[in-house]
Every structure is written in C-alpha cells, then in structure tokens.
C-alpha cells in the first residue's frame, strides 16, 4: 500500500493474513489528507503489469483520476473506489456554493465516464461487499492476454 495526496506518505509492505490487514488498516487511519500528487507519479513509473492498485478517492480533483489513468495504461488493472459520501455534497445552504458544487459534480460524472471508458472501473463506496464483482471481473480478465500501450 502506498499514499498520494497525504501530509504524510504511508507505505505498508505486500503481504497477506490478519496482521497485514491490520497493519493497512492502522496505516489508513493515520492518512491526513493535503500532500503533493508528485510521489503517485514516481509509483506509475516504477511499477509494471501483473498487479492489481486499488485507489481510493472522492475524485474531486482530477490527480487521482489521471494517477489511476497512467496505472491503466501501464497494463495495470485498476479499480478507483468512489468515497464521496452524498450527503456532504447535499447539505449546503449557500445558493452559490450549492451552483459551485452542482457544476463540479458534472464535471466529475464526465470524469468519471472517460475513466470508465479507458476500461477502468469506478466504483461507489457501500460498505463491504462494494467490490466483489468488480475484483471477480478483474481475475477473469487478467487471465487473457492485455494490450498495453508503451
């Protein structure tokens, strides 16, 4: 696991088992939000085919977006976990700030229509459960041959 977009970068090594999933969970925890996009570039250069990269984002800025579309094209599959929560974006009682976040809002469902073009898939945050279909998918597709752009 590593961070982009945090104060302060995490990093957990791969692994399996219940002391991997704690130590992920306890990394996610600590993520404060606010940090340079410049580390997820160096990722997409380093890291090569036959992995899976889950990004986690309210894709509000348009970094995670191009971050998990430079994953794709490097023969990477990728899912982005959609984590804006909707309520935040409803409650608002400024009529100009609730014009602001409508416009961006379409802006992000165009966004997130190329991601889903360039066969990335995009997927709302329920809870458990949210990916079991699309990581199904993804095992099946790995298992024939990817065109990959170079």
């Not at 940090?35 to 990722?43: D, H, I, L, Q």
């Not at 348009?62 to 929560?85: H, K, Q, Y």
């Not at 009682?93 to 898939?121: H, K, P, Q, S, Y």
């Amino acid at each position: 696991m590593q961070t982009f977009g945090a104060r302060v970068a995490q990093t957990v090594p791969p692994g399996t088992g219940r002391v991997q999933l704690r130590r992920v969970l306890d990394r996610l925890a600590l993520i404060a939000p606010g940090g340079s996009t410049v580390a997820g570039r160096r990722w997409v250069n380093q890291s090569s085919g036959g992995r899976m990269t889950v990004v986690l984002s309210p894709l509000i800025s348009p970094e995670a977006i191009d971050l998990a579309v430079s994953f794709g094209r490097r023969g990477i599959s990728v899912v982005v976990i959609d984590t804006l929560p909707q309520h935040v974006v409803d409650d608002d009682d400024d009529a100009l700030t609730a014009l602001a976040w409508r416009i961006r809002l379409l802006e992000r469902r165009r966004e997130i229509r190329m991601v889903g073009a360039a066969g990335i898939a995009v997927v709302e945050w329920r809870g458990p459960g949210s990916l079991d279909g699309v990581i199904r998918d993804i095992a099946r597709w790995t298992t024939g041959a990817r065109l990959v752009r170079r």
